[in-house]
């Protein structure tokens, strides 16, 4: 027993010593405990309700201004960062890839008021996650860097917000910055948005200046939810994520009524019926309450088990009342497809599990079943832009340890065939393509067009000439070129997307050193000269590396093409023929020599163990191997093109 008192005497004496140093640690973590608060989420008015999304071009300090509110209003303690960017992928890269949702309470004028934080992406690729979550708010805050100015995700996130008649908050962050010209900012957000810059807030994320300010603002500024708690319930699903445990999990928005443990609630979309139960509100981490009322924003567990049953954008009731569903959201159409194979098919169904998941948490992604002779069977998955897709396959490896193939991105084009008395009567006659196998004979084709878009560049004018040469070799036509300022200027031109998808962003931001900003939108299909750019490996076509492109680039990317494969296909027995042809007419070659003879093959004595290894190695060597033509291709040398 004596040495447990000893222990025991000790640690009395540890704490009266650095009394001063544990005491304000413990009451901090004390007080900012979400469990520890005495507060009835149910019970506070529509009235004191505020629901809000900050809105930002990439890397103006959205997460950074989140920490912030998060800290000020006690829901986190002091000194962390990047509380909402939960995703590995997003702490790596440094970027917010998915919205996330925080519910802060806050207590002005003697009054607690709940703030629903909703902290959205910035970059083009992931507007689709902004979108769905300014259904849920009724105010934003435009976050714009006092250093950098508007750039053209700011434009397309205001308008975003301005379409939705939501109150705009304009913010400008970093002021500390040794290179930060308010003014000049103020003018610009006057010139584009007719703001007042007396309505302009100046503050420091990183430091705390001015967050204050922030949170008084959006109680006086922002108006509550438009609601009855009166009415039948209806509730917004306008996001879901998956747990292993619970299943599907659905972040809904009350519009009207209630919703409670134990209720009987109905999908609209599925008519599928369930239990309610789990609710919480997120802090960001969970915290379970009993009812959710209209103008609250909280997450729903039902036993929601298929990946299935859970569509973004349906509206949840109670069974057996009948409503009008809530307005819900324009799907998003994929810009770039890409094929994903598993790394062997013995993994397939582990790849497949993965997929579904992660598309329940990513709802812009569209997946179809595709088989190549080559990599097996896999899908076609439709995604926003290239980083989209680069963050989804990260994501499959880091959350759900899959090893994808992804094959190289491309575009949907539509495709007008020649008349014939089936496709007229049928009116088959139009096709949409978007995997390079399915493009048909050129014989058939009476017309081909591509994917345009209208994309926005707001750049430095010092950088305006490589800029504008950068468009035209891309094949763009300027629509208008007008000044923010003395310094800045905001081009729109149309562009074809297959020239954007790849690397235009890249080139942009080489050739204007990081200044220059890029936005994009949908803008139809246009005719242009399209032909299918086929792989010959000795005459047999390889379609996995084939590609669809404009006539007028067709000899450049053929003979890019062929060079690449010179270097990674490895030598054969045989002589190796590399041919990108379009429409039977060769537009490169490239020729790889066969091996000689090795006459030190042979092994003459030594041991039987060292035969045996090497046999053991060989065999699983041709494990690896793929017939193509009449050449054994290593799975590798599709992966390493394909990356490209």
């Known amino acids: 027993m004596r040495p447990k008192w000893n222990l025991f005497f000790n640690c009395i004496k540890f704490r009266i010593k650095y009394k001063h140093k544990l005491v304000p640690v413990f009451y901090q973590s004390k007080r900012n405990r979400s469990d520890s608060l005495d507060v009835n989420f149910a019970e506070i008015p529509i009235e004191r309700i505020r629901n809000f999304s900050i809105i930002a071009h990439v890397d103006h300090g959205k997460s950074t201004l989140a920490d912030r509110l998060l800290e000020l209003t006690g829901t986190i303690k002091k000194g962390q960062n990047q509380i909402l960017d939960k995703l ?182 599925n008519k599928k019926e369930y239990e309610v139960k789990t609710l919480s509100v997120l802090r960001p981490g969970e915290v379970p309450v009993d009812k959710l009322v209209a103008g609250q924003i909280g ?181 208008s070129a007008n000044n923010i300022d003395n310094e800045r200027v905001i081009l729109q031109y149309d562009l074809p997307l297959c020239e954007v998808v790849l690397d235009f962003h890249d080139s942009l931001k080489t050739i204007s050193s990081g200044y220059a900003s890029f936005d994009y939108e949908d803008n139809g299909y246009q005719s242009s000269n399209l032909v299918k750019l086929a792989i010959l490996l000795n005459g047999t076509l390889v379609d996995e590396l084939s590609n669809i492109v404009h006539i007028t680039k067709a000899k450049t990317i053929g003979r890019q093409m062929v060079l690449k494969l010179k270097d990674i296909v490895p030598r054969q027995m045989i002589h190796i023929a590399i041919q990108a042809t379009v429409n039977g007419k060769i537009m490169a070659r490239e020729n790889i020599k066969a091996f000689r003879k090795d006459v030190t093959a042979k092994l003459y004595g030594g041991d039987v163990t060292r035969r045996m290894k090497l046999l053991a190695q060989q065999a699983a060597g041709k494990k690896k191997m793929r017939m193509v033509a009449n050449i054994s291709l290593p799975r590798e040398t599709f992966i390493d093109v394909l990356k490209k």
């Not at 309505?199 to 922030?214: F, H, Q």
């Open 88 to 269: 590995q992928v997003e702490r790596e890269r440094g970027i917010t890839v998915k919205a996330q949702t925080a519910s802060l309470l806050y207590k002005y004028n003697g009054d607690n008021y709940l703030l629903n934080l909703i902290d959205t992406p910035g970059h083009v690729d992931f507007s689709n996650e902004v979108s769905r979550s300014l259904s849920a708010c009724q105010g934003v805050i435009l976050l714009v860097d006092a250093n950098d100015g508007v750039q053209a995700q700011t434009v397309a996130n205001f308008y975003l917000a301005f379409v939705n008649n939501l109150v705009v908050i304009p913010v400008l962050n970093k002021i500390d910055l040794k290179n930060a010209d308010p003014a000049r900012v103020c003018n610009q957000l006057q010139t584009l948005f007719e703001i007042n810059p007396n309505d302009v807030l100046k503050i420091s994320a990183k430091l705390g200046i001015g967050i204050e300010d922030v949170l008084e603002s959006i109680v006086t500024r922002i108006p509550c939810p438009s609601v009855d708690q009166t009415l039948p319930l209806r509730a917004l699903i306008f996001d879901c994520m998956y747990d292993r445990y619970r299943g599907a999990l659905n972040l809904i928005y009350v519009q009207d009524g209630s919703i409670s443990i134990k209720d009987s609630i109905t999908t609209f979309h």
């Open 299 to 479: 997450l729903l567990g039902c036993n929601m088990r298929s990946t299935k049953e859970a569509h973004i954008g349906d509206t949840i009731h109670h069974s057996n009342t009948p409503i009008e569903p809530l307005k819900g959201f324009r799907p998003s159409r994929p810009m770039v497809f890409a094929g994903i194979y598993p790394m062997d098919q013995s993994q397939h169904l582990h790849l497949r599990s993965a997929i579904d998941k992660l598309t329940l948490n990513d709802s812009a992604v569209t997946v179809d079943l595709d088989t190549s002779p080559a990599l097996g069977q896999g899908w076609r998955l439709g995604f926003l832009g290239l980083l989209h897709l680069e963050v989804f396959t990260q994501r499959l490896t880091q959350e759900y340890g899959a090893e994808p193939i992804i094959t190289a991105p491309s575009v949907t084009y539509k495709i007008k065939l020649k008349p014939t008395k089936q496709n007229v009567k049928d009116g088959s006659d139009i096709i949409f393509v978007n995997n390079p196998a399915n493009f048909p004979e050129h014989v058939k084709i009476e017309e081909t067009f591509e994917p345009m878009i209208i994309g926005t560049i707001v750049t430095p004018d010092r950088y305006l000439g490589p800029i504008m040469s950068l468009c035209m070799e891309r094949r763009g036509i300027q629509r």
